[in-house]
């Protein structure tokens, strides 16, 4: 029975955020144990790879059989599985999961959403999102993963806030990390959203990027004024267009809005200014029209930003100036 590997890296939890109630709170920088579900990519990135693996001995870290495999394993019901759902959030697999979290100041979680789809249709990669007993939408919060066969660890190595789920293909989940800046309601983050999508091969789930720091301290710090008078020059523009390739793009357009593209569609004819990007799904036969995407870099990758035929762009946040090197 599977186990979750190692893949050497030292889980950490960071102290981040609690607010007991959606207008106010102060952040709480108690130290946490150390989740024994998850294996830490980097500390100082806060990203985290999840590899369950082949440990010796053992059972399965969540108490599931053999079930179908992992990615592509057949049609026998995931160890989530329960009244007809995939995932089933009192199944003993999600509850053991979710019951092994670190404690937040001795308040465990409880599931409250996952993958939702119908048994035999389930993908190959689920989750499910814990929230803190009797939290508010700025309370610690946890996101895990699970294949067929059991749990294989959380998303990222320190609880966070404010994190949706965003979209999911068989084998990848994407999720959006949202934060508070400095003067935002606890209610309110406006920092990102930055969505970081996790693909699973064998039983390892690799994020595409690492989750920005800010997710894991609140977000909010303070600011010092500076003392000096001298005049501050904007660095200049960092160009991703390279990475502004039709499989990304047509990877993050089914992602963004998969249920509104009628398929199978590629992307063409993108055009790219410095972090923003215009791309085409061209006329077919299934959908005889053309439609236009537009995508932003940040926070290390392309995301969706709109979709459709007749908006502006700098109606959605583009400068009127790259608006005007992409011609739109």
Not at 43 to 54: E, I, K, N, R, Y
Not at 120 to 133: I, K, Q, R, T
Not at 155 to 165: E, I, K, L
Request: charged share 15%.
């Amino acid at each position: 029975m599977d186990m979750i590997r190692s893949a050497g890296i030292v889980a950490v939890v960071v102290a981040a955020t609690v607010l007991t109630a959606c207008g106010g709170g102060q952040p709480a920088k108690s130290g946490e144990a150390p989740s024994p579900l998850t294996d830490s990519a980097s500390a100082g990135q806060g990203g985290t790879v999840v590899a369950p693996g082949t440990g010796s001995g053992g059972a399965d870290p969540a108490g599931g059989g053999s079930g179908g495999g992992g990615a592509g394993g057949g049609s026998a019901a995931p160890v989530t599985a329960g009244g007809g759902a995939c995932v089933d959030l009192s199944s003993p697999a999600v509850a053991k999961a979710v019951a092994g979290l670190p404690r937040f100041r001795g308040i465990g979680y409880r599931a409250t959403r996952g993958t939702d789809a119908k048994l035999g249709s389930c993908p190959s990669l689920l989750w499910v999102h814990a929230d803190l007993e009797g939290g508010t939408g700025s309370s610690p919060e946890w996101d895990l993963f699970f294949d067929r066969k059991g749990y294989l660890g959380t998303a990222t190595d320190r609880y966070t806030s404010f994190t949706g789920f965003f979209g999911s293909t068989d084998t990848s989940v994407a999720l959006q990390y949202r934060w508070l800046n400095p003067g935002d309601a606890t209610a309110g983050p406006s920092g990102g959203p930055v969505i970081v999508t996790y693909t699973l091969s064998g039983r390892t789930v690799t994020p595409d990027k690492a989750v920005p720091s800010q997710v894991f301290d609140g977000g909010a710090t303070t600011t010092t004024a500076s003392t000096s008078a001298a005049p501050t020059v904007a660095p200049a523009p960092v160009s991703h267009c390279s990475e502004a390739t039709p499989e990304t793009l047509r990877t993050n357009a089914e992602m963004n809005w998969g249920a509104q593209i009628v398929k199978p569609f590629t992307v063409d004819a993108i055009v790219c200014a410095d972090e923003w990007a215009t791309a085409r799904i061209p006329a077919r036969e299934a959908y005889p029209q053309n439609a236009r995407l537009l995508f932003h870099y940040t926070g290390g990758g392309w995301s969706g930003v709109a979709f459709g035929s007749g908006f502006s762009c700098t109606d959605k946040g583009v400068p009127a100036a790259t608006a005007a090197r992409l011609a739109c």
